[in-house]
């Protein structure tokens, strides 16, 4: 009985994840740098917690697929609106920017958002409230090939950049085989032919 107890109760700690986390009063959206980035009034920079957009490029680089979809819809759903920041963990990353997940003023995880539309996925490292809220966009963004997870059957697990060396990617597409070369050959030779048969 006392077992059935504890895990009702994780289950309810489990569907409120608002609970563990702290909530800040209401920010103003500024700027959104990126998919997964976006500035503030009060806290200037702050990194989606849990999840990882691809890269838009930067100077010479290229941007990886879906990043600048990804950049769109966050602003679609942010930009110049009050939204609350929920905190947990480490409050600052590498980079000093703030971690959190974000809240618009109806209650919707941004976050998870685009993770279930398949335009970020998880990057936790640590387990987070939310996770399973995530994980279940994830799953549903996977199963019906939304954004990201359309346009290959699986992504790279460690990032949004092409490997220049071998790897599953370079695997898929083979070098040229020899068959290759008879066919552009032959689509040569078909003109001569063709020239032959017109007496030129």
């Known amino acids: 009985m006392q077992f059935l107890l504890a895990l009702l109760t994780a289950a309810v700690a489990a569907a409120s994840p608002s609970a563990d986390l702290k909530r800040s009063d209401p920010v103003l959206v500024r700027t959104v740098v990126d998919g997964d980035t976006i500035d503030v009034t009060t806290y200037g920079r702050v990194r989606l917690i849990g999840v990882d957009a691809p890269e838009i490029g930067r100077a010479f680089d290229t941007s990886a697929p879906f990043a600048k979809e990804a950049r769109d819809r966050l602003t679609a759903l942010v930009l110049h609106r009050w939204v609350r920041l929920e905190q947990e963990g480490p409050l600052m990353d590498v980079y000093n920017r703030h ?45 019906f090939r939304r954004g990201m997870w359309g346009s290959a059957a699986e992504m790279p697990m460690t990032g949004y950049t092409r490997r220049s060396g071998s790897g599953r990617s370079g ?9 290759t070369k008879p066919r552009q050959t032959t689509a040569t030779t078909k003109p001569r032919r063709s020239k032959k048969s017109k007496g030129v």
């Open 171 to 179: 695997a898929t597409k083979a070098p040229p085989s020899p068959k």
């Open 99 to 143: 971690l959190a997940y974000v809240v618009t003023e109806d209650g919707i995880c941004v976050n998870v958002v685009l993770v279930r539309e398949g335009l970020a996925r998880i990057s936790a490292r640590l387990p987070l409230t939310r996770l399973a809220e995530l994980r279940r966009a994830e799953g549903e963004a996977q199963a």
